[in-house]
């Protein structure tokens, strides 16, 4: 087990380097001068030349290619030309806010999900089959700008359940900063205000961006489910007279989570990609505004930064899934 | 069971709390914005060339001079009361006094040397554009300094008052220098340390600002103290999000709103809508002069009459928009209203000139333009594409980003531009002129044209250099009317920026160059 994961840790490296390397290519590819960019105007030539100096933006793109590599295996991931800080103290910031709000929605996506494609299959053909699997088809149809939308205009402006703009209220403090995850650091710091409005600020963008997942999640589970609940021994089960929720809770849905489990490992990746459009629409700072801000700023580095940490928590959370799959089905070993 | 209904119990007490820790407001008058997007920094230095940035800035700083846009947005005293010069190389200057920083540090002569000194040695100060000619300075008393500059400078007060000139604390930035940063420049992109109207009490950089009404104001240029408590600037990147905010109560005020949402906003009650004269927001549409087939003036001198402007305003801008007279837009010294008119809607002549061309059958160009910098932008590609047709130009809208635009500009030969120029400052029509027309500064793509004008090459460096300001507006009159005898660009709206906010509050206004004033705010 340990070598599985030492292997996968190493074919980290070249994935990682061959991202990079697209990505760092890519943005010099696109016309504009992000010093120019981040001086305005009124930027002399002298000025320009002399921060581009100070910065090595004048060096050979190899070599520039190179250094970068060279720091990043360092753990520094540059600076940002656009916001005069470092990348890494810029993604800390902001990436914190995208892990919250990814994780709660993965949150809701997996309960949700699994709740719902366990009634479904359980009940199949009855009513709440004939509501879940449309209402899935629908959640995985629908886009995120579109669905953010519809929260705002129902749950915050018709029904005023759920308030916007923000991470946490207008009049309260956000907590001590510990991890940068409000819900988080309220929790450990005992400060129960700050962790209800935490929680309350971020239902809305959470829901918008669970949706899809939580589609995809319940009609696999939906699907697995009726597959495993056909086998020989859920019959057997069911004979010596074991109840149907004993039957699918613990002998039929543990059987059925493996390919799940894979779903919802995608889903995540899907989530972090995709929050930018739910960043914007519910004005949340997250990692993907500042990615899209850097895009527009043409500042190579934070753009650079952003898809190392994606690619990174991406192939961190595969390996997790990966690895679950032994813990989950006893009969899955990796030699 | 009974651990779900615990966990039930506890969420809801959890988000009871939350509810009522948002009602603790006490008797504070409080006011909430909400803007499309945040500065990048609070270092007036290194970021108040964006106007995200220069919005906060202007809270929390002053700056040495200001300029009346009240009147002729002329220079007035700042944090400088007077200041006097024989050959502009040498200037005494007088400090005002019974200013202090929020630091409490206090405001004189010795503070005004630091910050000269220290933006004459900074690589990446703005001010060093002009200072180039930035010399030697001397105390001569605790309130009055010498600036010997290297070469003569006549607009270094009009220069003096843009946002990333603002005074900050020389004991904040000794405090807070290291070895590799000695005038704590990376301390300075979160933290303030100015004589401005408020003071911060925090900043979550892409979700609000919070400042507070600083007690110790001097009082600025209108020499009052903010009447609101504090000021919450919230980060709401969506329009149609700011515009349900505003509709909910939840926020006071907001702007960069499309004409739809205007026009949606002004029926309903409780809200009120008001647009601002006196900006510089001016929509152009860039092309390069000097490549096919913009290198033809007949084509140019077409597309200009072929522009229904009156449509424009009136349907985009729902009136909130005038004809753009030229560079100095109007209200600027140097303007020339009467040139709104010098190209007017006229179809047949468009057609006629058309015909004349070098490209009487026709051509095909894209149209460019980046829509997060006007909100209206999309109907205006719209309107000029469909004006455009009329005589035989196929016009492609291509949406970009604005670093992407102007990169292109800077290179030439790229179709068309949609660009918005807010310039930096009133009292800078210098450079509106110089840096559209005049070839001798880089301008990083802002000057599409490629145009280069003997004359004006020759008028430009002069009116920089001329102090005497109805001189220099003589000159930059002559620049505009050259400019437009040969169609530079299209000048097509000068924008007032609109605000649309809760009808309880009252005396905001928005400045130039498009800066919010907060501190009359009253919400009554």
Redesign the interface.
């Known amino acids: 087990m340990i070598f599985y994961i030492l292997r996968r840790v190493f074919w980290v490296i070249p994935m990682l380097l061959g991202m990079t390397l697209i990505v760092f290519t890519l943005s010099h590819i696109v016309p504009g001068d992000p010093v120019a960019t981040a001086l305005g105007p009124l930027a002399t030539k002298a000025a320009v030349e002399r921060l581009k100096e100070a910065w090595r933006l004048n060096d050979p793109l190899p070599i520039q290619y190179l250094r970068y590599v060279k720091q990043m295996a360092k753990g520094d991931l540059g600076f940002s030309v656009y916001t005069r800080r470092p990348v890494m103290s810029d993604i800390r910031k902001y990436f914190m806010a995208t892990f919250e709000l990814s994780t709660v929605s993965l949150l809701i996506a997996m309960v949700g999900g699994i709740v719902l494609g366990a009634i479904s299959a359980a009940r199949k053909n009855g009513i709440l089959d004939f509501m879940v699997r449309p209402l899935s088809l629908f959640g995985m149809s629908m886009p995120v700008f579109w669905v953010g939308l519809l929260i705002l205009l129902l749950f915050y402006y018709r029904l005023g359940l759920i308030p916007i703009g923000r991470r946490i209220g207008l009049f309260i403090d956000p907590p001590t900063r510990i991890t940068g995850m409000y819900i988080v650091d309220s929790l450990l710091t005992g400060n129960w205000t700050a962790l209800g409005s935490a929680i309350h600020h971020v239902i809305g963008p959470a829901l918008c961006l669970a949706l899809c997942p939580l589609a995809i999640i319940a009609r696999q589970t939906r699907s697995n489910l009726l597959e495993v609940l056909d086998e020989d021994y859920i019959g057997t089960a069911r004979a010596k007279g074991v109840s149907e929720v004993i039957v699918v809770l613990k002998h039929a849905l543990r059987n059925a989570l493996l390919p799940i489990v894979t779903i919802t490992g995608i889903q995540y990746g899907y989530l972090l990609g995709s929050s930018v459009m739910a960043e914007v629409i519910f004005s949340w700072p997250g990692i993907g505004r500042y990615a899209l801000t850097a895009i527009r700023h043409l500042d190579f580095q934070p753009v650079l930064g952003f898809s190392v940490v994606m690619a990174l928590v991406y192939m961190l959370v595969n390996l997790i899934v990966d690895v679950s799959y032994v813990y989950i089905n006893p009969k899955v070993r990796f030699s | 069971m009974k651990i779900g209904k615990v966990c039930l119990v506890v969420?809801a007490?959890?988000?009871?709390?939350?509810?009522?820790?948002?009602?603790?407001?006490g008797d504070e008058i409080?006011l909430?914005a909400?803007r499309p997007?945040d500065g990048?920094?609070l270092?007036p230095i290194?970021?108040a060339?964006?106007l995200g940035a220069s919005r906060s800035v202007n809270l929390l700083y002053n700056q040495l001079v200001n300029v009346d846009s009240e009147k002729d947005f002329n220079v007035v005293p700042g944090l400088l009361t007077a200041w006097e010069t024989e050959d502009y190389i040498t200037w005494t200057v007088h400090v005002r006094e019974g200013v202090t920083f929020h630091d409490d540090t206090p405001w004189n002569a010795e503070a005004l040397k630091f910050n000269l000194d220290m933006w004459a040695v900074l690589?990446?100060a703005?001010f060093?554009?002009y200072a180039?000619a930035a010399g030697t300075t001397e105390i001569l008393d605790e309130y009055t300094l010498k600036i010997e500059l290297k070469e003569a400078v006549p607009l270094l007060m009009d220069f003096l008052q843009t946002a990333w000139c603002s005074i900050i604390s020389p004991t904040a930035i000794k405090d807070h220098a290291t070895a590799d940063d000695p005038y704590a420049?990376?301390w300075l992109?979160d933290h303030e340390a100015g004589t401005g109207p408020f003071i911060l009490e925090?900043w979550?950089?892409?979700?609000?600002m919070v400042v507070r009404k600083w007690e110790n104001y001097w009082g600025g240029v209108i020499k009052k103290t903010p009447k609101i408590d504090r000021l919450?600037y919230?980060?709401?990147?969506?329009a149609?999000?700011r515009m349900?905010?505003l509709?909910?109560g939840?926020?006071d005020l907001t702007g960069d709103l499309s004409s739809e949402m205007i026009a949606d906003l002004e029926e309903m009650e409780g809200i009120k809508v008001e647009g601002y004269s006196g900006t510089s927001r001016r929509t152009m549409i860039f092309w390069d002069i000097t490549a096919p087939p913009f290198d033809d003036l007949r084509v140019r001198q077409a597309i200009n009459y072929a522009i229904n402007y009156d449509e424009i305003i009136d349907r985009i801008d729902l009136g909130y928009a005038e004809k753009l007279c030229g560079m100095p837009a109007k209200g600027y010294l140097g303007a020339s209203p009467e040139l709104a008119g010098y190209y007017t809607y006229d179809l047949e002549k468009a057609k006629q000139l058309m015909s004349e061309s070098k490209y009487a059958d026709g051509f095909e160009v894209d149209l460019m333009y980046d829509p997060?910098r006007y909100a209206n932008y999309e109907d205006y590609a719209l309107y000029i594409q469909s004006y455009l047709s009329e005589i035989r130009i196929k016009v492609n809208i291509k949406q970009v980003?604005?670093?992407?635009q102007?990169?292109?500009q800077d290179?030439g030969d790229y179709g068309m531009g949609l660009m918005l120029y807010s310039g930096?400052s009133v009292a800078m029509s210098a450079?509106a002129v110089r840096?559209q027309y005049c070839s001798h500064?880089?301008?990083?793509g802002?000057r599409g044209s490629h145009w280069t004008d003997d004359t004006t090459e020759v008028l430009c460096p002069q009116a920089l250099a001329t102090a005497d300001r109805i001189k220099r507006a003589q000159m930059y009159r002559e620049i505009d009317l050259r400019a437009h005898e040969l169609a530079v660009y299209v000048w097509i709206t000068q924008l007032k920026p609109i605000f649309a906010m809760q009808d309880n509050i009252v005396n905001f206004r928005s400045c130039p160059p498009y800066q919010e004033w907060f501190w009359q705010v009253e919400k009554k």
């Open positions: 969420l007490g959890v988000l009871l709390a939350s509810l009522l820790g948002g009602l603790a407001l409080v909430v909400a997007k990048e920094s270092n290194t970021a060339v964006s690589p990446e703005t060093m554009v180039g420049m990376e992109n925090s979550e950089p892409g979700e609000r919450i919230l980060t709401v990147p969506d149609a999000v349900m905010m509709e909910k939840d926020i997060e980003v604005l670093s992407t102007t990169a292109m290179e930096d450079d840096w500064l880089p301008t990083w802002w």
